[in-house]
């Protein structure tokens, strides 16, 4: 019977105890030799058998099932096995007598044995591993919670083995700190910071798994990583929480916040686009092709310095062809306070008008509290009738049915008269707010017109306009919405001092809404009188 020697030993704390792998080969080869066991071949691998998928252990094992060897030789059976998908492969290949003995320093495993001893083996091997790592993970929180940073010491930095805390690297740190301070002025890239310590000796590592030769600048990431470590002024964060460390500090943090700042700088664009979104983009449309009107900022610099700013508006011609120039942003903006100017409410009709909507005001209140009053009678009578209903039908004067249906249509008439109330309580005067912000608005134009404040006229225009406003021969047009208009017609053709315009045949200021509203209450009145 031939054998297959393995010998494993993982860099994790779960074998901090077990032998060398120089001491288990040399104990497996006596081992070997004591019970006159073949070996055919010796399989070393140094890496933890927590999780599934070792290719040392894989190559073995795919030898044993092609017939190379019939049994292992191993210091212990957890050298095999530390996961429940290993574990479970070897049982099964014992079993199947695949593997046709085991063989540790205090015993053996055969296919003939009871599997239970070697499942509790492996099962024991699984949870201890299992304790163990929940024991380490808690350990390491402690210990973050102490302040003492539980991992590798970042540059800068090292690991004491002696008392398990971190020190400064007096070698290393004034550079780490001349490199944040080299940044905080924003004069220099990461590449000038990685080119600055790898003149002062900090530089990559040789790392033999990835065949890396080290000894040369960091990688802008490694020099990002550390630029912002909260761990140079005292801080650090552990499994996503945030500890305030006890080791020194090798910045300030008004040092650390300042390199923050250029970072941030840094990371935004440090140009404008060309076409920015000017006020008065969106507004207006070219009236040969019925394209948008953008807007585009031209910088001039002058040959003695100085640098001038235009904003001008054209058409975007996304339409097709279009012969339409360009207008500068001064000229459109006048052009546009003269469209605003016949729409200014005079003074004297804005007081009057006030003063109407507020007459209006008080007489529709007093319909509203006449017709809730007789709105609330019925409802009273409504109720009355429901009760004399009910005594009837205790009387059994009225059948069930009869007297189902008809309270079912009282109560539905006395629902549709407490929703009338509702109404009238809460908006019998809401016909006179868009009076009262027409006039409002129209009142401040003339403020709005003589000032350069492009938002606030973009504003005005769009309520006086809509999408009725066209650029056509560098020249700005518009139609205004039937409110406007009636105010400049009237403008045009009456003085200040008359208002017969916007009165009714009453003499107040009811907006046909208003009037309607006013004949709906009567109709409601006469039904109820009859």
């Known amino acids: 019977m031939r054998f297959f020697l393995y010998a494993r030993k993982s860099t994790d704390v779960e074998d901090k105890q077990v032998l060398s792998i120089d001491a288990q080969l040399s104990e497996l080869r006596s081992l070997a030799k004591r019970e006159g066991l073949e070996i055919a071949a010796e399989f070393v691998e140094k890496r933890s058998a927590k999780m599934p998928g070792r290719p040392v252990f894989n190559e073995m094992f795919r030898r044993i099932v092609a017939g190379e060897a019939q049994g292992i030789v191993c210091w212990k059976i957890d050298r095999l096995a530390r996961n429940p998908v290993d574990g479970g492969q070897i049982s099964w290949l014992l079993q199947q007598s695949v593997i046709a003995h085991i063989q540790t320093h205090d015993r053996s495993f055969l296919p003939t044995d009871n599997v239970l001893m070697m499942s509790v083996e492996l099962g024991m091997a699984n949870q201890y591993i299992r304790d163990l790592s929940a024991n380490t993970a808690r350990g390491l929180r402690e210990k973050a919670r102490r302040g003492e940073y539980p991992s590798v010491a970042p540059l800068g930095y090292i690991n004491n083995p002696r008392t398990k805390r971190i020190d400064v690297d007096r070698r290393k740190a004034p550079t780490i700190r001349a490199a944040f301070e080299l940044f905080a002025e ?161 003074t004297s009709w804005t007081q009057e008008l006030y003063r109407k909507a507020d007459k209006d005001e008080k007489e529709a209140g007093l319909v509203a509290r006449v017709a809730i009053q007789e709105l609330r009678t019925k409802v009273s009578n409504v109720d ?50 868009p009076l009262r912000q027409f006039i409002n608005d129209a009142s401040l134009l003339d403020e709005t017109a003589k000032n350069f404040d492009l938002p606030s006229k973009k504003l005005s225009l769009q309520k006086i306009f809509g999408s009725n406003l066209s650029l056509t021969a560098r020249e700005a047009r518009g139609t205004a919405l039937p409110q406007y208009a009636a105010l400049r017609a009237a403008k045009i053709n009456l003085s200040e001092n008359s208002l017969s315009l916007f009165y009714g045949a009453g003499g107040g200021t009811r907006t046909r809404a208003g009037e309607n509203r006013v004949s709906e209450h009567r109709a409601r009145k006469t039904t109820n009188n009859r």
């Not at 090798?250 to 923050?260: A, G, N, T």
């Not at 059948?399 to 109330?421: G, V």
């Open 384 to 433: 009355d009738r429901v009760s004399r209903l009910t005594d009837l039908y205790i009387e059994q004067d009225i059948d069930r049915e009869a007297y189902l249906e008809r309270k079912c249509a009282l109560m539905s008439d006395k629902r549709s008269t407490e929703e009338q109330i509702a109404r009238l309580e809460e908006d019998f005067t809401t016909w006179l707010q």
């Open 186 to 346: 924003n004069k220099s890239r990461f590449e000038d910071v990685s080119a600055f310590l790898y003149e002062r000796g900090i530089r990559t590592k040789r790392i033999k798994k990835d065949n890396s030769v080290g000894n040369r600048p960091l990688k802008k990431d490694t020099i990002k990583k550390i630029l912002t470590d909260t761990f140079y002024y005292g801080d650090y964060c552990y499994s996503g929480e945030a500890y305030h460390g006890v080791h020194m500090p090798l910045i300030s943090k008004q040092l650390f916040d300042k390199v923050q700042d250029v970072l941030k700088l840094r990371g935004k664009p440090q140009y404008k686009t060309k076409n920015e979104p000017q006020p008065l983009c969106g507004l207006i449309r070219c009236g040969e092709c019925g394209g948008m009107i953008t807007a585009e900022v031209i910088t001039k610099h002058q040959k003695n310095g100085n640098v001038h700013r235009y904003v001008y508006y054209r058409c975007t011609k996304k339409r097709g062809s279009c012969s339409q120039s360009y207008v500068r942003e001064e000229t459109l903006s006048a052009q546009l306070s003269d469209l605003l100017s016949p729409y200014i409410m005079p």
